[in-house]
């Protein structure tokens, strides 16, 4: 049996398990200009799109996953379709790699639960890939709400729009779901950082309007929690094309005794372009992939937890999975909470 419980070194050697997923391209230019970590290999089925990124970013590409677990090598990074994450994530841990998987962790409850049981058992330190956690506007908000400023958090409005991604992302085989399983994890899990607890009921009205798809393209959810807080989600792919940018997360949290208006990517310059006949929104904030990946570096370097555990993408997942269960059947359902 295999265990890893940190990096002896200073230099932490990442591998990359798929470019399936857009992030990860992301992620590959964080490792490769972050200081004290490298990105030493690339795994990806698809040949042309792992020679592709192996061009890119300077690293060995391996057809084969199992060859890049066995490289010299602490820990990956997993963009593969959401479908395939318990079989690399558990791959990873069985080969004593750490681990940050892209959301949503997994696609049932099921494979998550087997994803954190099998990342315990053998030491290693599994994190799920929640960049907007680490948003300053996100971090300021957690800071008032921590300090009492606006009194008890009371309810939330939030929404997590975005683009119709296309591609496996409409294939339910390899994606679990469409929009809402895309989008709620991301502001299921900011919620349940905010309020320090578990959500205990969900209510959800989940549709396709927009996109010639055979999978939900849009969403309403209510999330009931347990100190009396609920929330409000739209976690829909309504950004046309022609939009300036491709999506948003935005949060307002009414308390006691004051609100707090958060618009996350609010950072932007306004570019007409003519030769792209658009205008577009460049960001100029702070990279939240860069402090994910550097957060998940020192996690495997010092062998402190991550900022968003196995846990908590399990639990984001259960409540978009909620959603589904309350669409279909038309009513509230309740959760209950076990590792």
């Known amino acids: 049996m295999t265990h890893a419980t940190g990096c002896r070194r200073g230099e932490v050697r990442i591998g990359m398990v798929s470019f399936a997923h857009m992030h990860a391209y ?51 990074i997993v963009c593969s379709e959401n479908a395939r994450h318990r079989e690399h994530v558990v791959a990873a841990a069985q080969a004593g790699k750490h681990v940050l ?9 099921e494979d998550a639960a087997a994803m954190v049981k099998e990342c315990r058992a053998r030491g290693v330190r599994l994190a799920t890939a929640f960049p907007v956690r680490h948003a300053p506007p996100i971090i300021r908000a957690k800071h008032l709400i921590d300090e009492g400023r606006i009194g008890k958090v009371l309810a939330v409005s939030g929404t997590n729009h975005g683009r119709m991604p296309g591609g496996w992302f409409i294939d339910r085989a390899l994606s679990g779901g469409g929009a809402v399983l895309d989008h709620t994890v991301h502001v299921a899990d900011l919620l349940r950082w905010f309020l320090a607890d578990e959500a205990e009921r969900v209510y959800a009205e989940v549709d396709t309007r927009m996109h010639d798809v055979a999978i939900d393209d849009c969403g309403t959810l209510c999330i009931e929690f347990r100190n009396g807080a609920f929330a ?31 618009d ?36 495997v370097r010092e062998g402190t937890p991550p900022a968003a ?11 978009a999975l909620a959603a589904y269960e309350s669409a279909r059947e038309g009513r509230p359902v309740e959760l209950s909470w076990t590792d």
Not at 66 to 72: Q, V, Y
Not at 278 to 290: K, P, T
Not at 309 to 319: F, K, P, T, Y
């Open 232 to 262: 409000t989600l739209d976690p829909s792919w309504s950004r046309p094309r022609a939009y300036p940018t491709w999506g948003d997360v935005t949060m307002e949290i009414v308390g006691t005794s004051g609100v707090v208006s958060v």
């Open 26 to 76: 992301s992620y590959a230019r964080a490792v490769r200009s972050m200081a004290g970590a490298t990105l030493a290999g690339i795994a990806d089925d698809s040949e042309e799109r792992g020679q592709a990124a192996s061009r890119e970013f300077g690293a060995p590409y391996y057809r084969d996953v199992d060859k890049l677990f066995a490289a010299d090598i602490d820990a990956v």
């Open 101 to 109: 998987c892209e959301k949503p962790i997994a696609t049932t409850r």
């Open 309 to 319: 555990s196995g846990v908590d993408g399990m639990r984001a997942l259960e409540i």
């Open 264 to 299: 996350v990517f609010a950072q932007v310059l306004v570019h007409a372009s003519d030769p792209q006949n658009a205008v577009l929104y460049r960001h100029w904030g702070d990279d939240m992939d860069f402090a994910l990946v550097r957060d998940f570096v020192q996690a």
